[in-house]
């Protein structure tokens, strides 16, 4: 195969937040959570089509992977990602990379330390996703610096594992923040831009599939298959996102997406209790 088809080839990053019916305790955006039935069937798809999960490992380190591979990665970890999407995982003999929120294991509404560990010898990677899911762009320089230590080592010390994966809050991203990252022992950042990531991508930016409802396996079918063309409505509509918040920075996009928020624009959004 030359280095060119190698290059060609697309991984699919797929990434969960939650399930509707198990996350009800835990304050977040409704619009990330999937009813139970379409990740079921999202999963089973996935199956009986024979597409097998890689970790991220695998995607940064050896070129070429097999076609219908695809990474699952769970951002967040809120009680079903232990409850629900653990046992349906280990069932279909997929493996996921979680991106737990170090400062809220065991609180309510979210994994506890033991059911990560669980799933950790299982065989989950775990990756952070900071201490208290500040907006890493928008804190800071040092503050940023410490939630991408603390939480690396609080993971580490704590589930005796390496964490080598950072996943951004909001994907809020920067050219200072990949150099922290890197400074911190990170060896890949997984973002919130939605499209394939390809064998040899850039690790520091990795993108991804964020699942939220109203997806069912239709989506997955057609990211599969390399179906999911620029020209999809949703396609344009994620990206559209993604161009307005590089044009406006994430300062800016914040601000305005704070003021739609409270004028009701959007019926709610993540809002993760900070501290502790
Ligand atoms: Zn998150």
Same mark, same amino acid.
């Given at each position: 195969?030359?280095?060119?088809?190698?290059?060609?080839?697309?991984?699919?990053?797929?990434?969960?937040? &939650?399930?509707?019916?198990?996350?009800?305790?835990?304050?977040?955006?409704?619009?990330?959570?999937?009813? =139970?039935?379409?990740?079921?069937?999202?999963?089973? *798809?996935?199956?009986?089509?024979?597409?097998?999960?890689?970790?991220?490992?695998?995607?940064?380190?050896?070129?070429? %992977?097999?076609?219908?591979?695809?990474?699952?990665?769970?951002?967040?970890?809120?009680?079903?990602?232990?409850?629900?999407? /653990?046992?349906?995982?280990?069932?279909?003999?997929?493996?996921?990379?979680?991106?737990?929120?170090? !400062?809220?294991?065991?609180?309510? %509404? *979210?994994?506890?330390? %033991?059911?990560?560990?669980?799933?950790?010898?299982? !065989?989950?990677?775990?990756? =952070?996703?900071?201490?208290?899911?500040?907006?890493?762009?928008?804190?800071?320089?040092? #503050?940023?610096?410490? #939630?991408?230590?603390?939480?690396? @080592?609080?993971? #580490?010390?704590?589930?005796?594992?390496?964490?080598?994966?950072?996943?951004?809050?909001? $994907?809020?991203?920067?050219?200072?923040?990949?150099?922290?990252?890197?400074?911190? $022992?990170?060896?890949?950042?997984?973002?919130?831009? /939605?499209?394939?990531?390809?064998? &040899?991508?850039?690790?520091?930016?990795? @993108?991804?599939?964020?699942?939220?409802? $109203?997806?069912? #396996?239709?989506?997955?079918?057609?990211?599969?298959? $390399?179906?999911?063309?620029?020209?999809?409505?949703?396609?344009?509509?994620?990206?559209?996102? %993604?161009?307005?918040?590089?044009?406006?920075?994430?300062?800016?996009?914040?601000?305005?997406?704070?003021?739609?928020?409270?004028?009701?624009?959007? @019926?709610?959004?993540?809002?993760?209790?900070?501290? !502790?």
């Amino acid at each position: 195969m030359s280095s060119r088809e190698i290059k060609k080839r697309r991984v699919p990053i797929f990434l969960y937040h &939650g399930v509707s019916e198990c996350d009800a305790d835990a304050i977040r955006d409704p619009i990330y959570a999937l009813p =139970s039935a379409a990740i079921n069937a999202q999963v089973a *798809w996935l199956r009986e089509h024979g597409c097998a999960t890689v970790p991220l490992d695998a995607i940064l380190a050896r070129p070429g %992977g097999e076609e219908g591979s695809c990474v699952i990665t769970i951002d967040d970890c809120l009680v079903s990602a232990y409850t629900h999407l /653990f046992p349906l995982l280990l069932s279909a003999g997929y493996r996921a990379v979680l991106f737990p929120v170090a !400062g809220m294991v065991g609180r309510r %509404g *979210w994994v506890g330390w %033991g059911e990560l560990d669980e799933m950790c010898r299982a !065989g989950m990677e775990i990756g =952070s996703h900071t201490v208290s899911h500040a907006n890493l762009a928008a804190i800071p320089p040092d #503050e940023a610096k410490r #939630e991408l230590r603390e939480s690396k @080592k609080l993971l #580490e010390d704590r589930l005796g594992v390496r964490v080598k994966f950072l996943s951004l809050p909001g $994907g809020y991203h920067s050219a200072t923040l990949t150099a922290a990252a890197i400074e911190t $022992g990170y060896e890949a950042i997984c973002g919130s831009v /939605f499209g394939y990531s390809r064998y &040899g991508a850039d690790r520091y930016a990795l @993108k991804r599939f964020c699942l939220r409802q $109203g997806d069912g #396996e239709v989506i997955i079918r057609r990211i599969m298959r $390399g179906a999911f063309m620029p020209l999809s409505p949703r396609y344009l509509r994620e990206r559209g996102k %993604g161009l307005c918040r590089r044009l406006m920075g994430e300062r800016l996009y914040t601000a305005v997406r704070g003021a739609l928020i409270t004028r009701g624009a959007y @019926k709610t959004l993540p809002r993760f209790p900070v501290g !502790g």
